[in-house]
Each structure stands twice: as structure tokens, then as C-alpha cells.
């Protein structure tokens, strides 16, 4: 055997099978590939960048799809697009400064969608010139190494400038999807999520001439495409080494935010419409490094499970690049294993916020759902009102002492009351309307009501029989029939108190509310025995 033969067997790199694992190798998607273009376009100073997902021009494939990415940064010279075109050949290797530190995104993510990759580049006063690489060229052996940059013709002139590069993705064999619509819907989303804060920031990044609008997945951002959320707390801070126990002194800062979705105002939205603002399925922390989200998931929270009510909170943490080891940044920037002693120093924090926002989250349906139960026969007392006579003048010691007796507060009733004569409100043009609240009522009846300047207070005791055993099953049940029955029997409860109200003799008043009680204490009687 020649020792040219032995030389080739025992090389580092098989390279045929190097080059179809290495496709194989690190991107969850198309998505994530394309953004490391984006990532190359922002370190070379871009500030447009400018995507196409279209037909190839082929004669054998109908569907064939190729992608370009076009971005007007400084370019490069010869010498550093032949780099470029190496696995690790960056010249910035290791630099933590910017999106990129090891030279492998742009082979890496180009041949992991597509067969073929060319590049072209330029920078101003100088010409084009291009490379390639080829996944079947580097299979049979007759590609070994990047080829030497040629003077070339752009693949189109339209709204080329001074300086810029061109990244083409031909034979593309990899793609998420064949259908360019749904290619570029994702892209939208995706690229819009990651590249959020370099959008705010003013950079343009465009698919198929549709501008990305940022996408916070907090909600918070006013610029963004959907928000409404608020900031939960006081943002957290955090020094961590490094790399302890390797005698560097390094320290890098992290920040965790928090946010909470308005559940009182989106509750009740459509499953589908959930889905497409990102709220339903949506539970998880967003890592961003250098301004770039990195990943999205359920990072940093000890053993809490994840729960429907984790969907109405968010969680983002920035970090400095010189964290990269502690966070387990993967060379394509789209994942990360922290190290134990990071998820030591904020796990603990970060679960117990999370559980925090997830009880609100909780409560705030409840409430939603406690509010949102009474209004149809609110709504339908208080349209037909209009009907019947107006009421007298409120009676404010008796309502007050009503409203003073309930226990504990209910939530509605916690505003002091506005009293006014019913006179005065039917000349200034409201007209009553009706309000049914739940609280505890010291005398156990199983109801009693109040007046509030031009609204009636109809509360009902959850503790009593009644309610218990009839009308809290009408509450819980989605059955057409049984909230028909509830909204029925809350127009008779809300008629009994209406009418009781309109009598202006105080005896007979005394006489009713004595008689309510001992009806209440009857029908309890008679249902529990």
C-alpha cells in the first residue's frame, strides 16, 4: 500500500460523511438557518436585509424552491469570502462582541438546507465576485477546498448598493416546507421574534417584500406587533462568574423580566385567535443574547410543571456574551444547556416568580368567569327597566348598613357608593342597572340587596343551602338548558329585589326584609333537614 493510499484512509475528516452529517447537524428549521444569514448581515452593519423564498428557474423540478438573502452590510473582500466559506473559517473566531463567534454559520446553515450555496459580495469601488460550495462536489472528492472568489454577475441588479452580499440557496432539498407561502410565514414569525430589538432598533428585514414586525413575546413592547401586557415586579439582576473554578475573575451581568397578560381583556378570545397572537401554547422563558433571542422555553424553573395558566405570563432574560459557557450556547445560537451553577443562582427566583403570576393568572379567571356569568340577566334587567315604573329615592342607611354588613368585601362592592336620588339620575339620564355580586351576609339569608347611586346590588350568599346544592350546579354547568335556567332564576332573584326596593313605607319594608329571613331560613331548613 502507498503511503499516499494510507495517508488518505486515516485522514481527520472522512469527508463524505463528514459533510452529510454535518447537514444533519444543530438547526431545528429553516428558520433558524435563515437567521443565521440575518446573523452575518447585522455583524457586517446592515441595515436592510432582504429575503426571497422563489421558484427555481429548473427544468426537471416544477417545485424546486430557492432562497436568497440579500443585505446591503459592508461586504467582503476575496479573501475573507473564501474564508467565509469554511467551516470555522471566520475572522472573527471567538469574538464575542457581535452575533457570531465560530465561523460556522454560514457552511453550516446553508448546506444544512440546501446542496448548493453561492455567494456573492461586493464592497464599493471594487467588483462582484463569488464562491460556492457543493454537498455532491465535496461528497465525490472533487471539491477539497473553497474555490478561489471569480469576477461574477449578480444574480439581479434591482436595489443593489454600494456594498452588500447575496446568498443563494439552490437544490434545496431541505426546507421545513415545499409550499413557499408557508416558508414564509414562518420565516415572518419566527425572524420577527428573534431579530425584535435590531427591528425597534431600526434595521429592516424584509420576505418577499413584506416587512418582519417585531414579536414580543412579552407582549410589553409598544412597537411590537401585539401587546397589552404589563411589566410583573421589579426587574432582576444577577452577577455570575464565568467560568468558576477556573481561576478567571470574568463576571457578566443577567437580567430577568417578567410580564402579565390582561386576562380580564383576552380571556375571551377565540382558541383560534389565542393561537395566532401567541398566547395560547405560548408559556416559556425567552434567552437573548447580544439582543438575538437565542431560545424559547421552560428554562430556569426548578420543578414546576407547566400549567394552561402559565399561557397569561413571560418570562425574558438578557445576558452578556461573556456568559456564553455558563449558558451552553450551541455554535448555531439557537439553544442552550446551562450549567448547574447558573440554574442554582436563578432558579430559584425565577420558579417562585413563576408560580406567583401563575395563582394570579388563576384568579383572575376566576373572577373573570364569576363577572362574566351574571351578565346576560344583568344586561337583560337592566334593558328592560326602561319598562317599569322608576324607582323611589334610595334609602342610604339601610343600603349602607346592607352594603357594611357584607363579609368579606366582595370585589365589586370595594368602590365607597355614590349616592344620589333616583330622581336625579333618571333627569341626568341614566337609568338603573343591575349588578349581581356574591358575599357572605351576616344574617345568613340567602339573599339581600342594596342601592348604589343608579344601580341595584343584588348579592347572593354562597354559604347558604341554596346556593350550595340548586344554583351553584347552574353556575358550573355548560349545558345550553342549564344556563338558560340560571339566567331565569336570576331574573326572578333580581325581580324580588327590584320589588321590595320600589316600597317606601319603612314598616313594610322591616316587615319584608324579617319575612325574607325567615324564608331563607326555611328553605334551608327544608334542604338540608
Known amino acids: 500500500m502507498s503511503t499516499a493510499v494510507a495517508a488518505s484512509e486515516f485522514s481527520i475528516i472522512v469527508v463524505d460523511k463528514f459533510i452529510q452529517a454535518t447537514r444533519d447537524s444543530g438547526y431545528k428549521g429553516t428558520p433558524s438557518a435563515v437567521a443565521e444569514l440575518v446573523d452575518n448581515a447585522l455583524q457586517a452593519g446592515a441595515r436592510n436585509v432582504n429575503i426571497q423564498v422563489v421558484r427555481a428557474n429548473t427544468n426537471g423540478d416544477d417545485n424546486a424552491v430557492e432562497v436568497i438573502v440579500h443585505d446591503d452590510g459592508a461586504g467582503m473582500d476575496r479573501h475573507v469570502l473564501r474564508h467565509a466559506l469554511r467551516f470555522g473559517g471566520s475572522t472573527r473566531f471567538n469574538d464575542r462582541s457581535g452575533l457570531g463567534r465560530y465561523g460556522m454559520g454560514l457552511p453550516n446553515s446553508s448546506l444544512s438546507q440546501a446542496r448548493r450555496v453561492t455567494v456573492y459580495t461586493w464592497q464599493p469601488k471594487t467588483p462582484v465576485h463569488s464562491s460556492y460550495l457543493d454537498v455532491d462536489e465535496i461528497a465525490s472528492g472533487a471539491m477539497t477546498t473553497v474555490p478561489a472568489p471569480q469576477k461574477s454577475k449578480l444574480p439581479f441588479e434591482n436595489g443593489v448598493g454600494e456594498s452588500g452580499t447575496i446568498v443563494l440557496w439552490s437544490r434545496c432539498d431541505r426546507l421545513d416546507n415545499r409550499r413557499i407561502s408557508t416558508i414564509v410565514r414562518k420565516l415572518l414569525a419566527a425572524l420577527g421574534r428573534r431579530f425584535r430589538y435590531f427591528i425597534w432598533d431600526g434595521v429592516q428585514i424584509a420576505v418577499n417584500g413584506d416587512l418582519i414586525e417585531p414579536l414580543d413575546p412579552l407582549f410589553l413592547h409598544p412597537k411590537a406587533r401585539h401587546n397589552g401586557a404589563t411589566l410583573f415586579g421589579e426587574v432582576l439582576e444577577y452577577e455570575v462568574q464565568a467560568n468558576p473554578g477556573n481561576g478567571e475573575d470574568t463576571v457578566g451581568r443577567v437580567h430577568v423580566r417578567f410580564s402579565e397578560l390582561p386576562v380580564h381583556e383576552w380571556y375571551k378570545l377565540s382558541n383560534k385567535e389565542k393561537r395566532r397572537l401567541g398566547i395560547s401554547k405560548g408559556a416559556g422563558v425567552s ?243
Open 287 to 529: 434567552v437573548v443574547r447580544a439582543g438575538r433571542e437565542v431560545d424559547y422555553g421552560w428554562f430556569f424553573l426548578g420543578g414546576k410543571p407547566r400549567e394552561n395558566y402559565d399561557d397569561w405570563w413571560r418570562c425574558e432574560i438578557q445576558f452578556d456574551p461573556v456568559l456564553d459557557e455558563a449558558f451552553g450556547i450551541a455554535h448555531t445560537k439557537q439553544q442552550i444547556r446551562p450549567k448547574a451553577y447558573l440554574l442554582d443562582a436563578l432558579s430559584p427566583d425565577i420558579e417562585a416568580t413563576a408560580r406567583t403570576l401563575n395563582a394570579r393568572a388563576r384568579k383572575s379567571h376566576l373572577a373573570a368567569k364569576a363577572a362574566e356569568r351574571f351578565s346576560e340577566s344583568e344586561s337583560l334587567a337592566s334593558e328592560r327597566e326602561q319598562l317599569l315604573k322608576p324607582l323611589p329615592e334610595c334609602n342610604r342607611e339601610r343600603d349602607q348598613g346592607v352594603l357594611d354588613g357584607l363579609k368579606p368585601k366582595n370585589a365589586a362592592l370595594q368602590q365607597p357608593p355614590v349616592f344620589q336620588p333616583q330622581g336625579e339620575n333618571l333627569s341626568g339620564g341614566r337609568q338603573l342597572e343591575y349588578k349581581i355580586v356574591e358575599a357572605e351576609v351576616r344574617d345568613r339569608s340567602f339573599l339581600t340587596y342594596a342601592r348604589d347611586g343608579a344601580r341595584l346590588i343584588l348579592v347572593l350568599n354562597p354559604n347558604h343551602p341554596f346556593y350550595k346544592q340548586v344554583y351553584r350546579p347552574l353556575v358550573d354547568s355548560d349545558a345550553p338548558g342549564d344556563r338558560r335556567l340560571r339566567t331565569q332564576l336570576e331574573l326572578l332573584l333580581l325581580a324580588l329585589a327590584r320589588a321590595e326596593a320600589a316600597e317606601q313605607d319603612p314598616d313594610l319594608l322591616a316587615r319584608l326584609e324579617r319575612h325574607r329571613l325567615n324564608w331563607s331560613n326555611t328553605l334551608a331548613t327544608f334542604l338540608n333537614g
